[in-house]
């Protein structure tokens, strides 16, 4: 077994009590190295195991043990060899009881320029982070790094059916650059590796691995190259296939006249960030950011779509939102969550993540600006069962990857900002209900909201899009000192539009009652 350095073991974090079901737990930076939550394992007691990033690529990474009420027990820092450890994976052991396998690559260097990565290690933890046996894999001096720094990209895992696990990664050579795929034991032995020099460019980026055909073992891969997003199958041999190029594919066309010589509006794959989950033998489902195209008029905007693909990349079905006009090249609505937008719940629910108010995936590091977590449920047929909006204040949220639970409802894992000036970057993990709530009991509060109001600021009108759950019955308008300046009951909203054309500049206060008694309140502000 390799050296094991401890660097720091046991750090315990107490916070407030929280609800069974769902939570929030914000965990801030203990030795100065900015982290954020990635990848998630529940435990059999129905906690959780995540890993936490470190801001820059070759820093270390941090385990932390959560209970079901979102506390955190445990915390491990450590190195191997002298390596900073860079987890790329958490899963449940299928023939350990109580243990958890943690897959990462090991980082040498503390530079940019320097760092090396040519190491896979495969640790065994159980749920309080305790080490059972860890595995390292040399892949040889010829390689010199499996990430982007500047990105942050890491390989990606799927573990296969028989227990071992398939990778993917862009990988730096001393000459060149490849993507390389293997298959690995969970005792760290190779089975199979292949370097795929076809169609490589420096630019390349691993957008998502994911497996789409169980029984054939093939897999799916998003990639970014030069001029836009790829879809690539690759088949049990690693045999590498370039399918289609995503960017400006054809999600659907809509006819709102069909007799017109053309169709009124065609949505198409946008430019960046599409993340798949696999459905059955057959399709797989994709997402991304979006856009529009209305014939009639010339007319250009922004979407989000969620659609059922099969591997010929056929649209089998499709489901587009967030629809709004361009106001410049660059789309502010509900990116892709940076690493993992998807997952399939235990009844076959998806969960979709996305982020509102950013402009790239990485804003939050870059500029920050703030932001809101929207979370979807749709059913097999792409009918959306609930909408959930997350955030307060002007804060800043990103997440790295939505997982669902065996309760039925999902966690999310990524960063948190506090407004304002954004100094510090803590941990987010955010765990919701079936329902799409964060806390429940008499006393809690949720922070999740079942509609989402914009723009805000406003001139004239406040657009309110609610839950297809919910039903709204008034919306109120109050001063500051709380004066009753107008009231719109359900029966007089049109369209669900909020005309504050006759008020004058200045900061109110709406409050939004739904029919199940609920009450919500928003701060608005009148330019």
């Known amino acids: 077994m390799k050296k094991l350095s401890l660097l720091l073991l046991g750090l315990f974090i107490t916070l407030s009590g929280m ?14 190295v900015f982290r954020d939550a ?11 195991i995540v890993s936490c990033r470190s ?16 506390e955190v027990n445990h915390s491990l820092i450590f190195q191997i060899d002298d390596k900073n450890i860079k987890y790329c994976g958490l899963y449940k052991d299928t023939e350990r009881e109580d243990e958890y396998i943690a897959i990462a690559i090991l980082s040498s260097g503390y530079t940019i320029s320097s760092y090396i990565q040519n190491e896979i290690a495969i640790l065994r933890i159980d749920a309080n982070l305790d080490i059972k046996s860890q595995s390292l894999c040399s892949l040889g001096d010829d390689i010199i790094n499996m990430s982007s720094w500047q990105l942050r990209d890491l390989p990606r895992f799927v573990r296969e059916d028989d227990g071992n696990f398939f990778m993917v990664a862009r990988c730096q050579k001393t000459d060149c650059y490849c993507r390389l795929y293997i298959r690995i034991t969970p005792e760290g032995e190779i089975v199979k590796i292949k370097e795929d020099y076809s169609n490589n460019t420096q630019a390349d980026r691993l957008m998502d691995l994911f497996l789409i055909n169980r029984a054939k073992m093939n897999y799916g891969m998003i990639m970014t190259q030069n001029d836009g997003e790829y879809y690539y199958r690759i088949d049990s041999t690693f045999n590498s296939i370039c399918v289609a190029r995503l960017t400006s594919l054809k999600i659907k066309t809509v006819k709102t006249n069909p007799l017109q010589q053309y169709p009124d509006t065609t949505f198409s794959y946008g430019p960046r960030g599409g993340k798949g989950l696999s459905f059955d033998d057959d399709s797989f489902f994709i997402t991304s950011t979006g856009y529009y195209f209305k014939h009639s008029n010339g007319k250009v905007g922004w979407c989000h779509f969620l659609a059922r693909i099969n591997d010929d990349m056929t649209v089998l079905d499709s489901l587009t939102w967030d629809c709004s006009m361009a106001s410049n090249s660059i789309p502010i609505n509900r990116l892709a969550a940076t690493v993992k937008a998807l997952s399939m719940g ?10 509102d108010g950013l402009q790239d995936p990485n804003q939050g590091y870059m500029s920050p600006t703030s932001s809101h977590i929207v979370i979807s449920k749709f ?10 909006y997350y955030g307060v204040n002007d804060n800043l949220y990103n997440i790295n990857g939505i997982q669902s639970t065996n309760d039925g409802g999902c966690i999310l894992t990524g960063y948190h900002a506090k407004a304002p000036g954004y100094p510090t970057y803590y941990s987010y993990i955010l765990k919701v209900d079936e329902d ?10 949720s922070l999740a909201k079942p509609y989402f109001c914009y723009p805000n600021p406003a001139k004239d009108n406040i657009y309110i899009e609610f839950s297809p759950d919910v039903n709204c019955q008034s919306v ?4 500051l000192d ?29 409050k939004i009652r739904m029919t199940d008694g609920k009450e919500f309140s928003e701060k608005i502000i009148k330019e």
Request: net charge negative; proline share 3%; with cysteine.
């Open 436 to 445: 799409g709530y964060d806390a429940i009991g008499e006393n809690e509060e």
């Open 482 to 510: 709380g004066h009753i300046i107008e009231t719109f009951q359900e029966t007089s909203l049109q369209n669900n539009t909020i005309d504050i054309s006759n008020l004058n500049s200045g900061v109110y206060l709406m």
């Open 379 to 388: 059913d097999n047929d792409l009918n959306l069962l609930w909408r959930r």
């Open 476 to 479: 109120v308008i109050y001063t």
């Open 346 to 355: 235990p009844d076959g629910a998806i969960f979709h993540c996305g982020i």
């Open 19 to 32: 609800s069974q079901k769902g939570f929030e737990t914000i965990i801030p930076t203990e030795d100065g």
């Open 55 to 70: 801001k820059d690529v070759y820093d270390n990474d941090m385990l932390l043990s959560l209970s079901p009420e979102g």
């Open 38 to 48: 990635h990848h998630v394992v529940e435990t059999d007691n129905h906690g959780f």
